[in-house]
């Protein structure tokens, strides 16, 4: 069949009236009708990639001001409309977490923002050389245990230019905490 599942149906069906009680041929011939299926599923939910409209794309950062009420840790403002994530902000954030409260969605949307676009920029793949003189901390999958995301950061020290992390398999809700970071 090799993916030319409306070409090799038609001479299935032929081979059946054949050979009618050929249960390899049977079987073939519900495999290539399932997979026709599964493909006329696939193209009627699918969009034209002119029409996709990425959610990224249609955030309007500017919609959504900081009231003067939120109390929780604010962004540096970059003097064009804009936030700067400092090293503070991210302390301050993680202890908010810890508290289980939450920071402001201006905020949180602009990390997200943020890592996206570095995330875009960057390889998937990097070689790293370490001297010797210097350590690289490799982490496991920590299965989006906040907690114990911020007992490896207590006991190693804080991610940082001097003291870097790699996490392995990460799929988790804390990922981006740990991509900011």
Same mark, same amino acid.
């Given at each position: 069949m090799l993916g030319k599942f409306k070409d090799a149906i038609k001479d299935l069906k032929t081979a059946a009236k054949v050979a009618p009680k050929d249960?390899?041929? +049977?079987?073939k011939l519900a495999e290539c009708e399932k997979a026709i299926k599964r493909i006329k599923f696939e193209e009627a939910l699918s969009t034209p990639d002119s029409e996709v409209a990425r959610v990224s794309e249609t955030i309007d950062l500017s919609s959504m001001p900081v009231e003067e +009420?939120? +109390?929780g840790p604010r962004m540096q403002e970059d003097g064009a409309g804009?936030?700067?994530?400092?090293e503070e902000f991210v302390l301050a954030m993680l202890k908010e977490f810890k508290e289980q409260r939450l920071i402001h969605r201006r905020f949180a949307f602009q990390i997200l923002l943020q890592a996206r676009q570095l995330l875009r920029e960057l390889p998937s793949l990097v070689d790293i050389d370490i001297p010797s003189d210097r350590h690289f901390t490799v982490c496991g999958d920590?299965?989006?245990q906040y907690y114990d995301l911020l007992h490896i950061w207590e006991l190693n020290g804080n991610p940082g230019p001097d003291n870097p992390y790699l996490f392995n398999g990460e799929r988790c809700c804390c990922c981006c905490c740990c991509c900011c970071c």
């Amino acid at each position: 069949m090799l993916g030319k599942f409306k070409d090799a149906i038609k001479d299935l069906k032929t081979a059946a009236k054949v050979a009618p009680k050929d249960p390899d041929l +049977s079987k073939k011939l519900a495999e290539c009708e399932k997979a026709i299926k599964r493909i006329k599923f696939e193209e009627a939910l699918s969009t034209p990639d002119s029409e996709v409209a990425r959610v990224s794309e249609t955030i309007d950062l500017s919609s959504m001001p900081v009231e003067e +009420s939120y +109390s929780g840790p604010r962004m540096q403002e970059d003097g064009a409309g804009g936030y700067v994530m400092t090293e503070e902000f991210v302390l301050a954030m993680l202890k908010e977490f810890k508290e289980q409260r939450l920071i402001h969605r201006r905020f949180a949307f602009q990390i997200l923002l943020q890592a996206r676009q570095l995330l875009r920029e960057l390889p998937s793949l990097v070689d790293i050389d370490i001297p010797s003189d210097r350590h690289f901390t490799v982490c496991g999958d920590v299965h989006g245990q906040y907690y114990d995301l911020l007992h490896i950061w207590e006991l190693n020290g804080n991610p940082g230019p001097d003291n870097p992390y790699l996490f392995n398999g990460e799929r988790c809700c804390c990922c981006c905490c740990c991509c900011c970071c």
